[in-house]
């Protein structure tokens, strides 16, 4: 790989922000990113005043400063290293964005050929890792299966282990990119019963995930164009999105100098709630219980009462105010893949397309800024495809790998990085006397 950027320290602008504290004024650096909102370096407010900032969700909190991804909620632009998703999605394949994440530009013919053949040199998995599947019940969720089998990977490599080494996190960011989809196929195999596929080497990364998923021994699996062009672009579209809860949860997990197979593991773990990467299955278990377009507008009216607790899955985002950017170039992809499998009037699939209606024109969402995100499409096109839906977010959790590796090399290369350690605000009890157990 190619060397990426060193990390620098953020240079003041000639702004500061001043905080009166008491009879006390503080003057705090004032930071200006390349775009996007500037920050105030309140790291020594601690030191100065005896105070913390306290900000529960992060909603005013930058964590790091990032050369990777740049998001604009407000806008709906969403760009890998200074280019616009879109244009991503439509030019490039998922290995050539995986290289932009990893090193900062996009690879030359030869970088790429390089690259690409190096990660299909790592897609198989120590055989011994067959064991552990079988550990697990069948009826597993496949994620739980990957939380496991992604961090039991620091069992099985132990050249790549050393973080402080260039060429082990280097090895590590191969190993991981490559495995996942063989160990993403692995656990859907294992769920149904069917023997473990082998990767390919002669196929697309998208091609031998789908190979792996649905190939058998005695029936040879010929890869769909149109549903291979799919994947490509969902993976890409969800392979980094800045500093969202699991990339921060594989920063902090390698704050510590845990191994990044390890930290991976985390990440997975964190993506697996349905505020998260989680949303996709819930939008299908959504569809299904609405059961019907006619039972929309019930299921609407309960969506805008605030006691049912029931949210419109696939809709709102912490970031996106606008159309999340993702979901459009989604939108277009999931009609390309419904008209390529004949199946434009499934229930499930014109449910989906009525309730985007409602909510688009509705005033709760329009005055909220709900919009679909990338998760209301992506359950669907993986629906057409006939991956189950414990799958989606398994799909999403191997082409999160490249951010999340990307990001953590990132950190580990940044002289700026130490150990994440949040403080608090104490609420509990006051000090009190303690009482022996007979006098309780
Ligand atoms: N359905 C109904 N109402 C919603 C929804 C929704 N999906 N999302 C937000 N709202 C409402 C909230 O109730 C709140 O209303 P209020 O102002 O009257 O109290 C308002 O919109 C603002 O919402 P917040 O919860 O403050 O927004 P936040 O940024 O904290 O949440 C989140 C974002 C978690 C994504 C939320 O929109 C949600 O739960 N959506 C459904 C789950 C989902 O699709 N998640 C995928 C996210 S994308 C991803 O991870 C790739």
Request: hydrophobic share 40%; charged share 25%; net charge neutral.
């Amino acid at each position: 790989m190619a060397a990426v950027e060193k990390m620098q320290s953020p240079s003041p602008s000639k702004r500061t922000a001043t905080l009166s504290v008491g009879d006390k004024n503080v003057s705090f650096p004032i930071y200006d990113g390349v775009e996007g909102p500037s920050v105030i370096d309140i790291s020594k407010l601690y030191g100065e005043t005896g105070f913390f900032t306290y900000d529960p969700g992060f909603m005013s909190t930058a964590s790091c400063d990032s050369k990777i991804t740049f998001i604009d909620g407000d806008k709906g632009i969403l760009r890998y290293r200074g280019y616009d998703i879109d244009a991503l999605a439509e030019k490039c394949d998922f290995l050539e964005v995986a290289y932009l994440l990893l090193n900062g530009e996009l690879p030359n013919k030869k970088d790429k050929q390089s690259f690409d053949r190096t990660v299909t040199l790592h897609t198989m998995i120590h055989e011994q890792l067959h064991f552990l599947f079988r550990g697990f019940p069948r009826a597993s969720h496949p994620m739980a299966i990957m939380v496991g089998a992604a961090a039991s990977l620091s069992a099985f490599y132990h050249d790549s282990l050393d973080i402080n080494v260039a060429g082990e996190r280097e090895l590590a960011a191969y190993r991981l990119i490559a495995k996942m989809p063989t160990l993403a196929a692995m656990a859907y195999k294992y769920s149904v019963g069917m023997p473990f596929i082998y990767p390919q080497n002669d196929m697309s990364f998208a091609e031998n995930f789908l190979h792996m998923m649905f190939a058998t021994p005695c029936e040879k699996y010929k890869v769909n164009p149109v549903l291979a062009k799919a994947m490509d672009k969902i993976l890409i579209l969800h392979a980094d999105h800045e500093q969202n809860a699991s990339t921060s949860t594989v920063r902090m997990a390698g704050s510590s100098g845990a191994n990044p197979f390890a930290c991976i593991g985390a990440g997975i773990a964190s993506l697996w709630g349905p505020a998260h990467g989680g949303a996709n299955e819930a939008v299908i278990n959504m569809l299904k219980e609405i059961g019907d377009v006619s039972k929309i507008p019930d299921f609407i009216k309960k969506v805008k009462d605030k006691q049912s607790g029931i949210k419109l899955m696939g809709f709102g985002h912490r970031v996106y105010k606008n159309y999340d950017p993702r979901a459009t170039v989604l939108r277009k992809t999931c009609q390309e893949v419904l008209a390529e499998l004949g199946k434009i009037d499934e229930p499930l699939l014109k449910m989906a397309v009525e309730l985007e209606r409602i909510a688009l024109s509705d005033e709760y969402f329009v005055e909220r800024k709900l919009y679909p995100n990338v998760d209301f499409y992506s359950g669907i096109i993986y629906r057409a495809m006939g991956i189950p839906s414990k799958m989606f977010t398994v799909l999403f959790a191997v082409a999160r790998t490249v951010g999340w590796v990307a990001q953590w090399k990132e950190m580990m290369e940044d002289p700026k990085t130490k150990i994440g350690r949040p403080r608090q605000l104490f609420t509990g009890s006051a000090p009190r006397a303690f009482v022996p157990l007979e006098k309780r």
